[in-house]
């Protein structure tokens, strides 16, 4: 089969590595020609609402799925009339949309932060009137990284906020004063088989994921049930193909659901090591049919980002059990460029691995927040 991918980035390329092995081939549609995919499988060079270009890859592939989420609901749709697209434009469109998302996890009864659309100054007076300080105001659409966000603490941030992000259409939510950031990765696919990788602990800094760890042990069973609920219930709710990912906060022992992927997610790279089947493989499995892989993991591990530069490869390699991933991409200041796994027998064993590997890979990194999650 041929797998046309909307995106060429480093989610493209473990998609593409992933089904390599399981005798797939790739196409892929990126705007950038020297995207980090275009190294390892066919690029074609587009925009995403070239239509030329769209029927092209529908022409050149058995089924299509994408990798980057601001890719035009209509260009989704306008290749879904001409081949397979999973997961459904649909679900693009929801996850596009701040809004939309937060009234569509609510349709679900999945809970969110308390949240008000904002298109106006009286909009946004009335909707910190109703939510209260501190608040986080978000632009609806195309904010990935924390970027297109401000949080609000007082008076003066909030017409400070609204003189820098007044244009856009918005979102005010709720501050929610979370203890963790969780994500659970879930996958279904054309046969309606689904599964579900354990819940992940997520460390950002900046708005940037640093830090991914799966602890299966670390939380209650229940609390693993209802974030596979949550889960079922928005795969089911879409007719979902595909790995699904969605952000979570843990306040308390309650689940606050953020925002949602329709795609393969950061938090889910640990998983080509650290899992019995990755999301990427999973995902591949999934959009084909075939059946799933399991989801078990094997041994402890963790997942640290490389922002912004390569650590230098022969550190990382040097430390028993570090998995390097270089995506190819030249280096700048925040941008993901690659990623260090690693995985031990033991957590005892891991959070002595990650002792050596964070002042490796993320120098900057608040190392005492990172181990306080190994332990
Ligand atoms: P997002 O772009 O929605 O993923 O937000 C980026 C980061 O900002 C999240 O990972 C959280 O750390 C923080 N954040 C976003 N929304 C909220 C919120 N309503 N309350 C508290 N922190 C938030």
Redesign the pocket.
């Known amino acids: 089969m041929t797998i046309g991918v909307l995106g060429g980035g480093q989610l493209g390329r473990m998609i593409a590595l992933a089904g390599y092995t399981l005798g797939q081939r790739f196409v892929f549609l990126d705007p950038g020609a020297e995207s980090s995919a275009g190294h390892v499988g066919n690029l074609r060079v587009g925009a995403y609402d070239d239509e030329e270009r769209l029927s092209e890859l529908a022409r050149k592939s058995d089924v299509v799925t994408y990798e980057f989420e601001n890719v035009p609901v209509g260009s989704a749709r306008f290749l879904n009339e001409l081949v397979r697209v999973y997961p459904p434009p649909r679900a693009l469109e929801v996850s596009q949309d ?1 809004l939309d998302e937060k009234q569509f996890f609510a349709s679900m009864r999945i809970p969110t ?1 308390g949240f008000a659309a904002v298109s106006s100054q009286a909009e946004l007076e009335a909707a910190v009137a109703k939510l209260g300080l501190p608040a ?1 105001l ?1 632009t609806r659409r195309f ?4 970027k297109g ?1 401000w949080i609000l603490r007082t008076q003066d941030d909030v017409a400070r906020a609204w003189e820098a992000l007044g244009a856009a259409s918005l979102v005010l ?4 004063p ?1 203890e963790r ?1 969780l994500s659970i990765l879930a996958v279904r696919s054309t046969r309606g088989e689904t599964r579900f990788w354990p819940l992940v602990e997520n460390e ?1 800094r900046d ?1 940037i994921l640093r830090l991914s760890m799966p602890k299966s042990d670390a939380w209650t069973p229940e609390l693993q049930a209802r974030a596979e609920a949550y889960a079922a219930n928005v795969l089911a709710e879409l007719d979902y193909v595909g790995v699904l990912a969605i ?1 979570l ?1 843990l306040v308390g022992d309650e689940l606050v659901a ?2 949602m992927a329709p795609r393969v997610h950061n938090s889910g790279h640990w998983t080509i090591e650290g899992a019995e089947t990755s999301q990427f493989e999973n995902h591949v499995r999934a959009i084909l049919g075939m059946p799933l892989g399991s989801t078990r993991t094997i041994g402890a591990c963790a997942m640290i980002n490389a922002i912004g530069r390569l650590p230098p490869q022969g550190d990382v390699l040097a430390v028993e059990g570090a998995h390097l991933h270089a995506y190819g991409k030249d280096g700048a200041p925040g941008r993901k460029v690659g990623h260090v796994t690693v995985r031990a027998e033991t957590k005892r064993e891991l959070a002595e691995k990650l002792e050596k590997l964070l002042p490796i890979v993320d120098p900057q990194g608040v190392a005492p927040a990172s181990m306080r999650q190994a332990r």
């Open positions: 701040r932060a986080v978000k904010g990935y990284d924390g966000q939510e709720a501050f929610v979370f950031e950002h708005g952000e906060f953020n925002e």
